[in-house]
């Protein structure tokens, strides 16, 4: 999995069985910043270097993946598939014809390492009618849904919730709007692409929040739009950050910081006082992703969100970068077994679908891999109550 802040590439290897999983190893490469500037620079490539992009990355998730299995000492008869989300260039379900375009070239990913890929998720969901995300929820559901209800928050790039639980009707999801993306992007501006991030949210916390330039950007129509909806970089990006806070970046940066950092949890508690809590209040917040890391983030969640408890995925055993690539291998199995594997309305989707694109090895077909060994997850059933699963170390 590589997110929309493109800082590095997330590998876990995991075991399901039934309505569990194991995680075995995890680990996140990070990107060179040359690399994570072309990444950006995406949606305005050519056509030569696009596809020169996409299959760099496809050898980089490669070498992400052959990683795991060396230290695992993983053979490829050992791994049923690879799932593979890809680095996302460019995402518009609003267009006449909506599209999306996830690049990391998955036929070189099943060359380079011996085993089946399942990539290219998001396209067939839409093709469907549906947004192309959240697909998360999928797993949300799936493994947390026997519970109480909890509100799942995964802060990448862009910020997405999913709501479960055994007393819900139905699962609610959507994109709540900016994640680290905004402040991502400020910090590259403000050191010239030295640094990539604000480590621990440190500049945020010493500078001053101003609340006109929030009260502007909240008044972006995204989020007053009711669910199912998504968005990306396109809205949340550098035009939108430097048209809001262009003048701040240059002669106060801390408070640039502190302001994006604040505006990030307030776009996030809007969407749960607007969507959210008139359906059902959670009993908790479980927040996953880079936003994990960044303290001051946390620290205006937990202040904004009192007194429902805001922690981290890490009570649950899965490391907080782990939470998607683990959700998409697990949607990789499923489309191997030729099993519904996405929550068609949150997205939109006129109906279920087994989602991804299959690339397999030489030798194998598809039926092979839906001999008993790989027949892993039942499918969808009323789910039981969720059980901790520990990382193994």
């Not at 998409?328 to 087994?354: C, D, E, S, W």
Request: with cysteine; aromatic share 8%.
């Amino acid at each position: 999995m590589s997110g929309t802040s493109a800082d590095g590439i997330s590998a876990v290897a995991a075991e399901f069985k039934e309505n569990k999983f194991r995680i075995m190893d995890f680990h996140t490469d990070p990107l060179s910043i040359p690399l994570q500037k072309l990444i950006h620079q995406a949606p305005h490539l050519t056509a030569n270097e696009i596809s020169e992009l996409n299959f760099h990355l496809g050898e980089a998730f490669a070498i992400s993946a052959k990683k795991l299995m060396r230290r695992l000492n993983l053979k490829p008869k050992h791994i049923a598939c690879i799932g593979s989300h890809g680095q996302t260039a460019y995402h518009d379900p609003n267009n006449k014809f909506p599209n999306t375009l996830q690049i990391g070239e998955s036929a070189v990913i099943a060359e380079r390492t011996g085993v089946p890929v399942v990539s290219n998720f998001r396209e067939r969901d839409m093709a469907a009618g549906g947004e192309g995300a959240p697909l998360v929820p999928f797993f949300d559901d799936y493994f947390f849904g026997g519970g109480p209800v909890r509100a799942l928050q995964n802060i990448g790039g862009i910020a997405n919730v999913t709501v479960v639980g055994k007393n819900l009707r139905d699962p609610l999801a959507f994109d709540t709007g900016p994640g680290n993306g905004l402040m991502d992007e400020a910090v590259r501006i403000i050191t010239k692409q030295k640094k990539s991030f604000d480590k621990n949210g440190e500049l945020a916390r010493h500078g001053t929040i101003d609340l006109k330039i929030i009260q502007a950007m909240m008044a972006n129509p995204f989020f007053g739009r009711k669910p199912p909806k998504s968005t990306g970089l396109e809205r949340f990006g550098r035009a939108f950050l430097l048209k809001h806070l262009g003048q701040k970046l240059k002669r106060k940066p801390q408070d640039a910081l502190a302001t994006l950092c604040f505006f990030t949890a307030l776009s996030i508690y809007e969407a749960y006082r607007t969507f959210i809590f008139p359906r059902r209040i959670p009993s908790e917040i479980i927040v996953s992703g880079g936003g994990v890391k960044n303290k001051t983030l946390m620290w205006n969640l937990t202040n904004i969100f009192d007194p429902i408890p805001v922690v981290s995925v890490e009570k649950y055993g899965i490391p907080v970068l782990a939470k998607e690539p683990l959700a998409f291998a697990f949607m990789a199995l499923r489309a191997m077994q030729g099993k519904i594997n996405h929550l068609p309305h949150t997205t939109g989707a006129v109906g279920p679908r087994i989602l991804g694109k299959i690339s397999m090895v030489p030798g194998q077909g598809v039926k092979s891999l839906h001999a008993s060994k790989f027949e892993a997850c039942s499918d969808l059933t009323p789910c039981p109550p969720f059980r901790s699963f520990r990382r193994k170390r």
